[in-house]
């Protein structure tokens, strides 16, 4: 979202340039100060866990300031599976309150449901807007389908989950969903799960290995980690059903 948001800007003849502590193409975080420092920049700030040099950088940043509201994942999902993860998510939902006090131009949110988190906390209605995440689907529409992807079609039904392997997708639960669909429906079908692992969530990672041989599953399922754009083309055009978050969305956060 934010890659593509920079790219959007820049399109419309913005200077654009993106800072993070880590990544491929981002400045270093240090290197903000010149730009906060500056009445005439935007500063937009995107949100989705706990990160105290953020809070940081809001506070202090003499620009405009614009967050940009990801969601922050209930620390619950990560509890049984990642004690980083449930303190990142814990500070995150407890630093809703303490941006909201910071007193931003603009809160951009990615739903109308999370846009309720900062509501609630008693900022201006005219101060939040909904904005659906950036993508690239106009990107994937024009890539090729690696075609020998749908070449490896069953004679059943192809499921797809897409998405990282973390508790808040619920893969547990869509692996228990599948297994009785392969029981009553259609016994010749697989499940094609298209995501990455996540070293930290070794638990959950051997959680989900568990569940699949319970259910005996290995034979039935595709893991796809490292797929390119024509790859997960064909994953689309070869599934009967694209499946998502149950638990994420009984909640409502994901």
């Known amino acids: 979202d934010a890659r593509e948001m920079a790219a959007a800007l820049a399109r419309r003849g913005h200077d654009v340039r993106l800072f993070a502590t880590a990544g491929a193409g981002a400045e270093p975080l240090d290197a903000i100060d010149e730009v906060v420092a500056d009445p005439r920049a935007v500063l937009i700030y995107h949100f989705a866990f706990g990160w105290p040099p953020g809070i940081d ?88 389908a690696a075609l020998p992807v749908l070449d490896e079609r069953q004679s059943g039904a192809t499921w797809l989950a897409v998405g990282r392997l973390a508790p808040n997708k619920a893969h547990l639960d869509l692996f228990e969903a599948f297994a009785c669909y392969l029981d009553r429906c259609e016994a010749d079908s697989r499940l094609l799960v298209v995501g990455s692992e996540d070293m930290r969530l070794e638990r959950y990672n051997a959680a989900l290995r ?45």
């Open 57 to 144: 950088v809001l506070r202090r940043a003499r620009c405009r300031r614009v967050v940009r509201y990801h969601n922050v994942t209930p620390p619950e999902f990560f509890a049984p599976w990642s004690d980083e993860y449930e303190r990142s998510c814990r500070a995150g939902r407890d630093e809703i309150a303490t941006i909201a006090t910071l007193n931003c131009d603009s809160y951009l949110c990615a739903s109308p449901f999370n846009a309720d988190d900062f509501l609630a906390t008693g900022v201006a209605r005219e101060r939040i807007a909904v904005l659906a995440p950036f993508n690239r689907l106009d990107r994937l529409v024009e890539t090729p």
């Open 210 to 254: 568990e569940r699949v041989h319970a259910l005996r599953l290995e034979s039935h399922i595709h893991w796809l980690r490292d797929v390119d754009e024509s790859a997960l083309k064909a994953t689309y055009l070869s599934a009967d059903a694209l499946v998502s978050n149950f638990d994420g969305l009984q909640s409502g956060r994901a």
